[in-house]
């Protein structure tokens, strides 16, 4: 086989096999093919598309690339859930316990990535003594007697996928479903899930900005799921303004706490309730979505969802009181109220944007080399649709240093307010099951 007849091929619009494909990943993954061939093989992608078959072996492909977790030792239905990304996305550090709670087993790899804020172990690490360097079988050991547990991410998982992401970055490729869809999958495969429930979002603070492609990715991604085996279903949710009101990693860790007690934001805990309830489902510890719903309201009303993260924290190393007292968390040296300079009501807050303000204060990692400060960050005191008056708060922030202008500029610039009434956006939109 040769390289430059697959990318003619391609570039021809038809459709390449299983064994092609597997050339086309493998090559690149060992260096034999080299990166101008697979530049000229992803611009035909991005413009001729692939088929169903063709994303289906793309994204099996990636995942042979390298490792592949084995969770078989654990009992039950592994489902993980995955979101495309948002600002202030809290629901992970919600939905872990809180479907373990109901008997579902988390087994979570977590990285701590770049963005507006850090990535689930950056926050869980806000809680002192918490660790996730632990050994396979511990984790394994973990999540069986107590139905959650996280590790770090080790090994070798998809090594296809990040050269090829690194590729597409610089080459103007990233954005085609095809490769999102298989990019992601890929990841969410390796890493041993039997069932996968994606969250994607969808508005200003989303990676797609409109309802149009939120959906074409997450049928996509749903598509290759069911090809290959994995039960995969997808909700499509807002990420027009952040996702409750904390932007920040002990900040949302409080708003975790909070709403797993049943007093969080109310976008927050539907959200959660939406998709802990189809993670429930397909882990076949309901028979219905109603059935999995009143499960997990039932976790937070008696408290069991609250003392599962307890459990989760100090099995981990963590010193689980905070719960009890979330001022033990690392805590910012000044807190400062944004005041609004009008009355009127809120119209837009511009999510991503209100989050490269948490990270001018600190909360984000902007290279993979630089540090977070886990105390920082932003509470929104008003989401859109809300009335406001000249100098009540729109947002407390909690910062390290005493000269936040350069961050309120942000926020006043991000924050419109109007006169006229306005509505709160929607919070989930459609769910897509194939
Ligand atoms: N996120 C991924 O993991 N891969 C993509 O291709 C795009 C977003
Ligand atoms: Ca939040």
């Given at each position: 086989m040769r390289m430059v007849d697959l990318i003619e091929k391609k570039r021809d619009g038809l459709e390449l096999t299983k064994e092609e494909i597997q050339f086309i990943i493998n090559g690149y993954t060992n260096g034999s093919i080299p990166d101008y061939q697979v530049s000229a093989f992803t611009m035909a992608v991005f413009f001729n598309g692939m088929t169903e078959t063709e994303r289906a072996e793309l994204t099996m492909a990636m995942v042979e690339s390298?490792?592949?977790?084995?969770?078989?030792?654990?009992?039950?239905?592994?489902?993980?859930?995955?979101?495309?990304?948002?600002?202030?996305d809290t629901t992970t550090l919600v939905l872990g316990p809180l479907v373990a709670a109901v008997g579902v087993p988390v087994a979570k790899m977590s990285g701590r990535g770049l963005g507006h804020t850090g990535?689930?172990?950056?926050?869980?690490?806000?809680?002192?003594?918490?660790?996730?360097?632990?050994?396979?079988?511990?984790?394994?050991?973990?999540?069986?007697?107590?139905?959650?547990?996280?590790i770090g991410q080790s090994g070798n998982l998809t090594p296809a996928d990040k050269k090829l992401y690194a590729l597409r970055d610089v080459t103007a490729t990233v954005d085609?479903?095809?490769?999102?869809?298989?990019?992601i999958m890929s990841k969410k495969i390796a890493a041993g899930a039997d069932a996968i429930v994606l969250d994607v979002k969808t508005g200003a603070g989303a990676f797609m900005k409109t309802l149009e492609d939120s959906r074409e990715l997450a049928r996509a991604m749903v598509r290759i799921g069911n090809n290959v085996g994995r039960r995969t279903m997808a909700i499509i949710s807002d990420m027009s303004q952040p996702l409750g009101y904390a932007i920040g990693n002990s900040l949302e860790v409080k708003e975790a706490i909070d709403t797993l007690r049943g007093e969080g934001p109310e976008d927050l805990k539907e959200l959660c309730l939406v998709l802990g309830s189809q993670m429930v489902y397909l882990a076949k510890k309901a028979n219905s979505l109603q059935e999995a719903r009143q499960?997990?309201?039932?976790?937070?009303?008696?408290?069991?969802?609250?003392?599962?993260?307890?459990?989760?924290?100090?099995?981990?190393?963590?010193?689980a009181s905070v719960v009890d007292d979330p001022s033990k968390l690392p805590q910012a040296k000044f807190i400062l109220e944004l005041e609004a300079k009008e009355d009127g009501y809120v119209k837009e807050i511009v999510a991503d944007e209100i989050g490269t303000a948490a990270m001018l204060l600190g909360a984000g990692r902007a290279t993979k080399e630089s540090s977070i400060d886990l105390a920082v960050g932003l509470v929104l005191r008003k989401k859109i649709g809300d009335q406001v008056r000249k100098g009540e708060?729109?947002?407390?922030?909690?910062?390290?240093?005493?000269?936040?202008?350069?961050?309120?500029?942000?926020?006043?610039?991000?924050?419109?307010?109007?006169?006229?009434?306005?509505?709160?956006?929607?919070l989930v939109y459609e769910e897509i099951t194939e």
């Open positions: 390298g490792d592949q977790i084995d969770l078989s030792q654990i009992e039950g239905v592994k489902v993980d859930k995955h979101s495309t990304g948002g600002v202030g990535g689930t172990i950056d926050k869980l690490e806000s809680v002192e003594g918490f660790h996730v360097e632990i050994e396979n079988q511990e984790f394994i050991d973990l999540v069986n007697k107590n139905k959650i547990a996280v085609s479903i095809p490769l999102i869809a298989s990019s499960l997990l309201e039932d976790a937070i009303k008696d408290g069991s969802a609250l003392e599962k993260l307890k459990e989760f924290l100090s099995s981990q190393g963590g010193d708060s729109l947002a407390t922030i909690y910062s390290n240093f005493e000269n936040v202008e350069e961050v309120k500029d942000m926020l006043y610039k991000n924050i419109t307010i109007t006169s006229e009434p306005t509505k709160a956006p929607t």
